[in-house]
């Protein structure tokens, strides 16, 4: 049986972009459909049996009808084909608040096999594909507002609801899994019943945090050590053939010594320039209970955007903008979001020609910035933040001014960049 393993598309990601001419459109909502497409575009050439979403398709719960009908119409192509798409509900596909539709739910309403699920099934679900029954325990993200509003357990610390989600998912896999091998009942789309078979494929796919899990250069370490975890050994229980995750951005699979894979497909495209250096891509997945091993699986690059970091210091030359030319050119900018970056003597800073780094830069998609660093003796004097400054510019400036906050230098300009483009969209509209 041949899957489709894919995750974290965040619709609505609008850092580094700009309006599209043509279309209207934010460019950065543009490079994630581009990105999505081909995706479904590679489920259909691979034939598969089944296209697995294992949640995050929008960037918030609120997505606008613009993304919505993005996700749909790239989707459709699926479906027309027969091929059954499963869609498991991610942390920010669904609401914070308790009785909101989550913004997947509009799925259940489309035409074509669409399986989406926003809490786990109270049994094994049999989905019928063209190579025969595939057995799927789905592990969507856990709502803690859904317990929250019961009595019993209103009054739970963040502790005790972090375990006890945590006890309640392993139990509940456990209890899927005992299905399969003591031959019980699943339930298909239709609501009608079918027998379990331990030999049949198998997939656990989960919107969930595995211990000790690489993070992608953009994800907060924070935010994820405030979620429930889980261990390898705790989903990859037996006679499960492969765990499709979803909510970590770095593609990697946690059990790749052991049976059967635990798999992040990761992110489709890149979201800062902490990200520059990752691949972003998919999975395809072939399953086989009559081959050892079992489950074998590929991964395959997305057309992800570029992003070139281009740093260099120049405080040791005598021709400063060469060195900085030479360092564009021995990147590939073309169709490239790019970050410039040089270090600089005080006394070589009017000897750069912005003109010319700008005239290299040509063939790039988008310059976020071609930034400055001088000597801390000049930065020092520089305590002034303008109107003209960039806002890039504005936050370096002070967080050059302030010690203590050196070390999240990164962090907060990826966060005022993303959080302008989001006042920006709102102003002019821009999706």
């Known amino acids: 049986m041949k899957l489709l393993h894919t995750a974290d598309v965040h619709l609505g990601v609008k850092t580094h972009g700009r309006r599209d001419p043509e279309t209207g459109l934010n460019t950065r909502l543009l490079d994630v459909r581009n990105a999505l497409e081909a995706v479904v575009q590679r489920a259909l050439d691979a034939d598969v049996d089944a296209?697995?979403?294992?949640?995050?398709?929008?960037?918030?719960?609120?997505?606008?009808?613009?993304?919505?009908?993005i996700f749909v119409q790239a989707l459709r192509p699926l479906a027309e084909a027969g091929i059954p798409i499963v869609l498991i509900v991610g942390n920010h596909d669904h609401p914070v608040t308790f009785g909101r539709a989550s913004s997947l739910d509009i799925f259940d309403h489309i035409a074509g096999e669409v399986h989406c699920y926003r809490k786990p099934a109270p049994s094994v679900q049999v989905i019928e594909t063209q190579s025969g029954p595939l057995q799927l325990i789905p592990l969507p993200w856990p709502i803690r507002s859904q317990i929250l509003a019961k009595d019993e357990y209103r009054t739970m610390s963040p502790d005790e609801l972090r375990q006890f989600i945590e006890e309640h998912y392993v139990t509940y896999i456990q209890r899927r899994t005992d299905e399969i091998l003591e031959r019980g009942t699943g339930v298909m789309g239709d609501g009608?019943?079918?027998?379990?078979?331990?030999?049949?494929?198998?997939?656990?796919?989960?919107?969930?945090?595995?211990?000790?899990?690489?993070?992608?250069?953009?994800?907060?370490?924070?935010?994820?050590?405030?979620?429930?975890?889980f261990t390898v050994g705790q989903l990859a229980v037996r006679p499960i053939d492969y765990v499709a995750l979803g909510h970590i951005h770095r593609p990697q699979d946690r059990n790749e010594d052991g049976h059967p894979p635990v798999v992040y497909a990761g992110s489709i495209e890149r979201v800062t320039f902490n990200e520059h250096d990752e691949a972003k891509g998919v999975r395809l997945v072939d399953i086989d209970p009559s081959r050892d091993p079992v489950t074998r699986t590929t991964f395959v690059e997305t057309?992800?955007?570029?992003?070139?970091?281009?740093?260099?210091?120049?405080?040791?030359?005598?021709?400063?903008?060469?060195?900085?030319?030479?360092?564009?050119?021995?990147?590939?900018?073309?169709?490239?979001?790019?970050?410039?970056?040089?270090?600089?003597?005080?006394?070589?800073?009017?000897?750069?020609?912005?003109a010319r780094l700008r005239d290299a830069l040509a063939p790039a998609d988008t310059v976020t910035g071609i930034e400055r660093a001088v000597d801390p003796a000049e930065?020092?004097?520089?305590?002034?933040?303008?109107?003209?400054?960039?806002?890039?510019?504005?936050?370096?400036?002070?967080?050059?001014?302030?010690?203590?906050?050196?070390?999240?230098?990164?962090?907060?300009?990826?966060?005022?960049?993303?959080?302008?483009?989001?006042?920006?969209?709102?102003?002019?509209g821009t999706d």
């Open 379 to 428: 930065r020092k004097r520089r305590t002034v933040v303008t109107r003209e400054s960039g806002l890039e510019e504005a936050v370096r400036q002070y967080v050059g001014q302030h010690d203590e906050l050196s070390g999240m230098e990164e962090e907060l300009v990826e966060t005022a960049l993303a959080l302008e483009a989001e006042l920006d969209a709102e102003r002019t």
């Open 51 to 69: 296209f697995l979403f294992c949640g995050d398709a929008y960037h918030t719960a609120d997505p606008t009808p613009t993304q919505q009908k």
């Open 303 to 354: 057309p992800a955007r570029p992003f070139v970091a281009v740093q260099v210091d120049v405080r040791d030359t005598e021709e400063p903008t060469e060195r900085i030319l030479e360092s564009i050119r021995e990147r590939d900018v073309a169709d490239a979001i790019v970050r410039v970056r040089y270090r600089v003597a005080e006394e070589q800073v009017a000897q750069v020609d912005q």
């Open 192 to 229: 009608t019943e079918r027998t379990l078979a331990p030999d049949v494929p198998t997939v656990l796919a989960g919107h969930v945090t595995v211990q000790g899990a690489a993070l992608a250069g953009s994800e907060h370490t924070t935010t994820i050590a405030s979620a429930p975890k």
